[in-house]
């Protein structure tokens, strides 16, 4: 096991708050999406930017992720 310093789990924790936060096409992700879909929004119109947004945020964590935590943990990864 890798001790980390503040730093590194301070990178660590943003990462997977980017990686949780790419749960946006869907109604119940958050509580403005279903106060949207309650007041008449559809649930489309949510899907369609979401999806596109969702895609790219795993394309890029996909990508920068292995390079991300090699960085952090210093090579041990």
Do not use: E, Y
């Not at 503040?6 to 946006?24: E, N, P």
């Not at 106060?35 to 947004?53: K, T």
Request: proline fraction near 8%.
């Amino acid at each position: 096991m890798v001790a980390l310093g503040s730093v590194a789990a301070l990178l660590i924790f943003r990462v997977l708050a980017l990686a949780t936060s790419l749960g946006m096409p869907f109604v119940i992700s958050t509580p403005p999406n279903a106060m949207a879909v309650a007041c008449g929004l559809r649930p489309n119109d949510l899907l369609v930017p979401g999806l596109i947004i969702m895609l790219g945020g795993c394309f890029l964590l996909a990508l920068t992720g292995p390079w991300l935590l090699r960085l952090i943990l210093g090579g041990h990864a």
